[in-house]
Every structure is written in structure tokens, then in C-alpha cells.
């Protein structure tokens, strides 16, 4: 058959390529967050959101979706301390904010539920 | 045998083999496959983690909400319930899960499949330049060695580690311009190969790359016609064949274009400063600055001096004048005039931003000049004896160029911080949450939506959506009765409903025209799903079934049954040819005329306390300025109210602007507030009221452009100025032609001086 090298060169680099795709192991995602660090990681992030939506909004005066976007980035930056720190799943912080905010756990302050509509600046 | 002698002997055998290497497919494609991969060794080596970078986000979450409506709901992916309180998933323009690679993501899922699209990309661009640099005249030899300087170029790998893996379907764009070069030249398969690569762009979210595809056509085109100007049969049958491509390229895509032209028409895309790029940081971005090169969109500056031998040939005149024509285009407004400014004036150039990205057309004209000069050198070598060594030299520096290729892209991909991919968690009722854009690709595992969103367009996002319900569908009325979900997909949701009296059923989700429901009516209410219903015990089946979906995708079915008759019957007369590739687009134009579908209320731009933006005159308690501007914009007037909240005094600052005539698209406000000390606050805004541009807006009304809580720090005396500029055109000032009552400087208006408490 013509052209049998090349063509299996090209069979062994595309297995090698999914091979390797399909089985890397990528960071691991950290143990699972228990109940209480869930309550706890809810109350920490509610009772900071005030604040961070002040810094939000000195940051972003008089844009309404860049303020809440800038409070999101400091939300996220708490949350990924905390799952590092604890060495929890970071899935599961984002779910015990959700979780917190829907069955009304007890926290300093309430969180604000909504989200202005996204209006993106000029240039990032 | 001498060692130099030797050497050298071996050296030309190496060359006589390379030469034969890149004349035979196979062992070309062999080369480029390992390349390829070798290219992306660090992306596969880490295949499925997460890349630690915002927009990573929001690609992943587009890609995998549409994997799990196949695998998951067994659906097409038609709406994307995860994002922004649901979007519109083909209208998604950077959504890339409807080009055939989307079979990796059903297959090794979103994160694992990324770098095996990217190198399936990589070799398909290597052989897509290789073939459009051996159509320019190049040798394969030539060829062979300028392909990676277009394939494996800076931007590809940069695109890469940012997540950015829709910007990979540049690497088609070779393909693209080798088919439209074929179909000018008369071969009907060249249409169909352009057709096909540029629809496959826009399929894979080619919000740059489609358009691009254009200007190089435009290229290949004009070449045609200097060459064709004295064939004048010649030159219609190319046109024809150009039109042939268009049109098999706008019906392949028509599942994109027609949502994606829906959801831009409903919600612009504002964005694009004024970037003007200086020649010197060209250079850098191309060429490196020091070893080892470094470089947003690397070339490599190796193959220079084969890219100037090249740039003396004759053949290279068209490479070599688009080649200027886009390091033109990319410095954006830094050139002058700039060609930058005039396309931006064109749509769909007018939404375009970063003008460095014309870089990566640059880069394909370098391959193919380099590849001319290449060629240039292995015919001086065959000529004069002495010269064969610097070819041998020549091969090894267009390899060294190569490796340098590498090595960037290597370096983006080492320099990637990753972070654990998603895991998903027992299967739950959906529900929308707050969320997080900068965590987004999370929500999908949780079955939860994020309204905390971004994209790079005004997404039609309702504000009432919520992210503390306790259920997704309720009522209106509370006491008109009660609501239980019975079943949840992206595309269906079936709720039972039992109501005593006439009542509005709501859904957390936003409003889109494609909703449809079993019974009662679908309406917006304040951007929210929502169905009228009757009194009485029903179950409400609410179905996702845009009319652009079926339209569109229709089309692209058609399209593709087309360029299979047309690839295989090359026989058939132009006419037939013409007609073969328009017919499916009846079937979109079928659609619109036989399926109705309610159109968008007209949007009411507000402002916070929820009056209309537009109103008869400023409010009374308004101070009045009347200055007028060029282009008929007067700031009519201006209040401004300090606010004392617990955690600092903050303004509400409103400026009232009235226009003589419709606004000229671009134009934005800016608004300086410079302290006594400290640092100068700016408050520029495009949207008046942050909600909408001045083109979008009436004239002859009061223009409230209201912006609420701007905090400022206590003690300070704040001076503030405000005015228009040319935000999305050249960054200039609007002149003041009367300054009415207030002071003016520069071309900024004192609108107040107010200190804080």
C-alpha cells in the first residue's frame, strides 16, 4: 500500500493527541465543603458585600453593571481565598452562596438578589 | 571526503528529501499532523483543567451548556438557560458549539477536547497555507516552510491560552482565501471550499474572523480582475463564481447569521475605542523584541529577509499590497488617514474592536511572500552553482522560525494558571442563581444559571430576574392560585398550573419571541418569561422554537445538499451553478413568511426611578446651561444631588442633552470630576443613562442621562466637566460652538463644583 508510513505517522500522532486529552489529570478540585463551611463561607461573603459593592462603586462611578461587575470580581476572589485555604471545591462555594441566598441562612446582611443587565464598556 | 565536503553533501541530501517530503500529501500531512501536536504538547499535557482567566469562563459555560441540552436532554442546543437569565444559544455570537468540532465536546467533554480542537485547527491551517502559498507561485519546498509562519503565528496560541478557542478558526482562513482564489480562476470547488471555510468560521464563533475573510477576498478579487481585465468571459464567469461562494457561505451559516443578526439588531454591540497602535509596537507584536521572541501575533523576524526577496518578485505584488494594506488597517487610528476609522464606518466592521487583529491576515500574506522569496532563492541556487548553500542556510533559518513558533506558543501555554475544571454535582432542579460571570463555567455543574453575566454586546437581560427564589415559575397573583414544575429542559418547561382566577404565570428566565406556550400567551414582562392564562387547572408546556433556528438551520441543511451536487457535478452550466447555491436560501425566506413569531416590544430606554429617558424638557429643579456643540448636541441643562449614606457621600449627577437631528454613530459623553487633591475621577459613558447611545436616541427631546450613587470621598472639593467625544471613531473632542451660560474650557463644560461633606 502507498504511502503506509506517513499515514500511520499521522494514526499514532492523533491516538498519542487523544490519548493524552482523555487522560490528563488536571489540579485536583479539593474535598468536598461540609455543612458548617458552607454556612460559614455564606455569612463571610454577606456580611463583606457591602463594603465590596462601596469599593465597587468608587471604582466604577456611575456605571450600574460595572460596579456590580467589579463586586462580582471581589466575590470571586473571596470565594477561590476561601476553597484554596480550606481546600474545599470551588464548586461548592459557589453553591453554598446560591444555596445560602435561596433558603435564607442567617448572615449580617442580606445579599442583594439581582443583577443589573449586562452593558459592557468601550474597551477592558 | 573533506568534513565540510561532507557535511554539505549531507546538508543537500536533506534538502533533496525535504523538497520530495513537502511535494508528496501524505508525507506532508504527516509533517504538519506532528507539528500539530507537538505545538500544543503543554495545552494536552494539562487537557481538561481549567484556565484561570475571565473570558474562559463564559466560553466554557457556551460550549458546555450546549453539550449538556445534546447529551443530558437529548436537545438541540437552542437556548442556553445558564447564562444571563438565559440566552439565545445560536444567536450567542462567540458561541462555538455549531462547527463540526463540536463533536470533540460531545465526545471528551468542554475542557479535554479544547486542545485537540486547537491542534486539529493548527493542522488544518498548516496545510490550508501551505496550499494557498503553493497557489501564489511558491515552490513545495517554499511552501513547506512558510506554512508555520501563519499557522503557528502568535495569535494562535495567544488565543489559545486565554480560552479564546473560537479565534482558532482563523486558521481556516487560508482555506478560504485558496477556495475563493480557485473559484476565480474558474473551478466551481474553489467556491465551495470558500463557502465552506468561511461558514465554518462563523459556525465557531468567528466574530472576527468572517469578516476579515471578506477584505482578503476582496484582495483575491481585484487580483482577479487586473488578471482577467482582457478575458471579459473569463472575468464574469469568476464574478459568478465569487457570487457562488457568497452565497453557499451565507447558507451554510444561515443556522448563525440569522440569529446572530436578530440578537445584534435587538442588542448592539457598543464597544471599540479609539486604539490607535504605533509602528514600533507592530513590530514587537510581529517580530519580538529579544531572544527568546516573544510576540502577541509572532511571525518571527527570522524569514524577513526571504519575505523581502520575496516583496521584489513580481508575483508578489498582490501579497505584498494586502500585506500593507492590513499592517495599514492594524494600526488603527494611529494612521493617518486611518483605513481603521473608514471600515469602522462599514457594517459589520462598525462592531469591531482591536484593530492589532489584522495582524493575523498580515501574517498569511508574510507566509506567502516569504514563500515567493524562498522560491526566489532555490532558483538564483539552481542558476549559480555557489548558491546552493545559502539555500541549505536559508532552509535552516525558515526552520529555526519555526521552532521559535514553538517555543511562543509553548511559553503562552506554560504561562496559563489553571485552576480545577467543574465538578459536577448530583443532578438537581435548575434554578437561575445570582451567580458569577468571573466564576460562570461553575453554574452549569451546580444546574444553576448565573445572571451575573458579560459579553461583548448588550445582552437582552431582564433586571427582575431574582436569584433568592424559592421556585423558578410562580405567579404573578399569589392568591390567584398555585404553580409545581413538572418537567425542566433548556428548550421545555412543563408547569402545572391551578388558578382561580385569570392570572400571569412568571419564569425566572428572560423573554425571547421564540418562546411558545401550550396554552395562554407568551409575554415580556419586564424582560421576564411570562404566559397569560386563564382561570382553571392546566399543564403549560412552554417550548423554545425560534422561527431563525428553523429558518436558518433549514438553510444551512439545504446549503450543505447544494455543495455536495455542486462539488461532485463540476459539468453543469453557470446559471445552474448560480441557481444551486441561492435555492436554499428560499427555505429561510419560506420561514419568514409562513411562521409567525410575535415581534420585541419596542424598547423604552429608563432611567433608575423608571421614567423614559426621552422626555418633553429637564426636570424643574434643573440648572440651565444651553451649550451647544457641533453635530446639533446641547447640554440643555444639569442636576446634580449630594447624597450623605452610611458609607460615604455619594452624587446623584444628571446631564440633560437635547439633539438638533440624528446623533452620528459614535459619540460618547465624558464627564471629568478633578478634586482639589487627589486623583481626577472620570465618568465617561457611551449609553445615556448607561442604557442606550446618542444615535439610539430622538431628537428634539430632553436627553436624561442620569448616573446615580457616584461616591466620592469626604473633604474634597470636586470641580466637574463634562462634554462629547468621538468615543467610537477618533477619540476628538465635539467643539463648543456657544458656551451659553456656563464657563467653558477646552471644550468641556464647568457643569458644577460641589464639596463633599
Known sequence: MRDRVPKAIVAVVAVVAVVRAATASGPAPGHPLSDEQAHAVYRDLASRERGMRREAAVAFPGDLWSQDDDFHRRENDTARDFASHKEVRLDDVVRAVDDGMKQRWPAPSRPVATVPPCRPRLSY | MPAEALVLRTWRKIVFLARALAARTWWRLAAFATLAVVAQLFWLWHAGAMVDYRDAQYFTLFEDAARRSVVDHHQLPLWNPY????????????????????????????????????????????????????????????????????????????SGSFEWVNFLGFELLPWAALGLRRAFAGEVRGAVLAGGATAWMTCFGGTYAAPFTLLVGLWELFEAAVALRRDRRKLARAFALGAVAALVGVGLAAVRLWPIAETLAASPRVVGANDAIAPLAIAEMLFGKRIPFRGD??????????????ATWRKSLFPVASACFFLWLASGYGAHPSGYAMLRTIPPYTMLRNPERFLVPFALSYAVVAGIGFGKLEALARRRKWSREVVVAAMTLMCIDAGVLVDNGWAWQRGRTLMAAPVPSPPREFANARGDRWLAAYYPGITRGTLSCFDDYQVPQSSALRGDLPHEEYLADESAGKV????????????HVETTKPARLLVNQNWHPGWRASEGTVVSDEGRLAVDLPEGTRDVVLRFRPRSALGGGLGSLLALAACVVLWRKRGLALSAQLG????????????????????????IYTIPNGEPVAQAQPPADAQTLGVKFEEGVTLEATRIT?????????????LDWRLDGPAPPGLGVFVHMEPDKGDSVNVDHVGIATVAPLEALPANMTLRDVLPGIAIESGK?????????????GGDRLRVLDKGSATVDQDRVLVATIHAP
Open chain 2, 83 to 158: 447564562y444571563c437569565g438565559g440566552i439565545y444559544a445560536l444567536g450567542t455570537p462567540s458561541a462555538r458549539f455549531a462547527a463540526p468540532t463540536f463533536l470533540f465536546t460531545l465526545v471528551f467533554g468542554v475542557l479535554r477536547s479544547s486542545p485537540l480542537v486547537a491542534a486539529f485547527l493548527y493542522f488544518a491551517g498548516l496545510e490550508g497555507t501551505y496550499r494557498y502559498v503553493r497557489a501564489h507561485g511558491a515552490g513545495a519546498l517554499g511552501a513547506l516552510l512558510a506554512a508555520p509562519i501563519f499557522a503557528l503565528s502568535g495569535f494562535f496560541p495567544r
Open chain 2, 580 to 603: 444551486l447555491a441561492a435555492a436554499p436560501l428560499a427555505a429561510p425566506l419560506l420561514v419568514l413568511a409562513l411562521v409567525h413569531e410575535p415581534s420585541r416590544p419596542k424598547t
Open chain 2, 484 to 495: 409545581e414544575r413538572r418537567a425542566w429542559s433548556p428548550n421545555e418547561i412543563t408547569v
Open chain 2, 717 to 729: 472639593t470636586y470641580k466637574i466637566y463634562a462634554g462629547v467625544w468621538r468615543a467610537r471613531r
Open chain 2, 297 to 310: 501575533f509572532l511571525v518571527g523576524v527570522l524569514v524577513l529577509p526571504f519575505a523581502l526577496l520575496g
Open chain 2, 642 to 654: 449630594l447624597d450623605r449614606k452610611p458609607d460615604g457621600p455619594t452624587l446623584d449627577f444628571e
